[in-house]
């Protein structure tokens, strides 16, 4: 590949995608972003300034490339078409349900001009599509619920923080889950992870649920006290939102630790490490390995790629995969 163009690449998961692209394919990684100061702080990428809000930058980013990564929410379904318009690949890390079943629809231009568009890339969707699929196809279960616990340490970019308290308004009832040492079993809140959508009806799966928690137990029954009385609801306002938002850059309380895991009737499967912004970057940049072997068309990961060869080999890049073993006892999960 000659020219690889990482849009957000100087972000929080962005540049992590960057630096293990710009070592796996010397000279042919571009930085983009509306900073040329920032894009030039990626060591071994090709820096350019563009604001995808405008077609001509659009355009000159988009132009010559061979695969465009997607590392930020903004027009995502245009920037898409622009690039399968083009013949470029093209991978999305979005976890907007909505967003990503509007790229879908471009499935027939894809193939029509021999691209591939990847979507469902990263940790939650990603890694879970893929513990999801293991798990149906080992239990032959019909239902499946997959657990997202983050760390309140880790330093999340404003993408991914403005999406998750755009998340608060529409989270739903709690569960239990069991995640690995040293978590254990915790409460979990249905988040709108856009995983739990895309998977029902694949695999034999007829439902599909995401639960999301924090590190902090204390942090998380905070979560479920401002969904009982409504606080997520003054997150709609601009001025608590971007004071959230704000307070959310700053304050990094508990660790960078990362779990996720799916459980279907007594299989439990799960992926574990530090800082999950890594692990999302380097599934994105292990797929852009993979995509000459790749079909044309519009795709999520766990259609792709085979999961337990998949997740063996980003496991080796410093995080623990638990393949999963049947359990005498159902996982915990009654609603609370
Ligand atoms: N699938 C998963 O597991 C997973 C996990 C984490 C995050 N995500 C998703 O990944 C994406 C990135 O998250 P993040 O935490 O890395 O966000 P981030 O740190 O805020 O990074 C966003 C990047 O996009 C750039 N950008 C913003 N507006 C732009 C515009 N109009 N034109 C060009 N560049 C623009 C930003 O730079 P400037 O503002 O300087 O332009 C920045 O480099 C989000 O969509 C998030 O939801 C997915």
Not at 3 to 20: M, P, S
Not at 51 to 79: F, H, I, K, S, Y
Not at 239 to 249: E, Q, S
Request: charged fraction near 20%.
């Amino acid at each position: 590949m000659d020219r690889i163009v990482v849009l957000g690449g100087y972000g929080a998961v962005g540049r992590e995608a960057a630096t293990a692209l710009a070592e796996w394919f010397p000279g042919a990684v571009v930085v983009a972003g509306r900073d040329l100061a920032k894009a030039r702080t990626v060591p071994g990428a090709v820096p350019l300034q563009v604001d995808l809000r405008d077609d001509a930058d659009l355009e000159r980013a988009v132009d010559g490339a061979d695969t465009v990564l997607m590392c930020v929410e903004q027009d995502n379904v245009r920037v898409a078409e622009a690039c399968l318009e083009r013949g470029v690949h093209y991978l999305d890390l979005s976890a907007s349900h909505e967003l990503l079943a509007a790229i879908e629809q471009l499935n027939g231009l894809a193939v029509q001009r021999s691209a591939t568009a990847v979507l469902s890339v990263g940790l939650a969707p990603g890694v879970t599509n893929l513990l999801a699929r293991h798990c149906a196809e080992q239990a032959g279960g019909t239902e499946v619920r997959i657990g997202v616990l983050l760390g309140a340490g880790e330093r999340y970019g404003p993408a991914s923080i403005e999406w998750t308290l755009d998340g608060f308004a529409a989270i739903g009832p709690s569960s239990r889950m069991r995640f690995p040492p040293p978590y254990g079993t915790r409460t979990v809140h249905r988040f709108p992870f856009s995983d739990q959508y895309t998977l029902a009806g694949a695999y034999g799966i007829d439902r599909a649920t995401t639960g999301l928690c924090l590190d902090s137990r204390a942090l998380t029954a905070l979560l479920a006290a401002a969904r009982r009385t409504g606080a997520t609801r003054l997150l709609r306002r601009p001025r608590v939102r971007a004071a959230a938002l704000a307070a959310l850059m700053r304050v990094h309380v508990g660790s960078e630790g990362f779990a996720v895991t799916a459980t279907a009737g007594t299989f439990t499967a799960s992926f574990s490490g530090h800082r999950q912004r890594r692990a999302t970057g380097l599934t994105a940049a292990l797929l852009i390995r993979r995509l000459d072997a790749l079909p044309a068309g519009v795709r999520h990961i766990d259609q792709v790629v085979e999961p337990v060869e998949f997740l063996s080999e980003l496991s080796k890049h410093g995080f623990d995969l638990d393949l999963g073993t049947a359990d005498d006892e159902p996982a915990h999960y009654d609603a609370e």
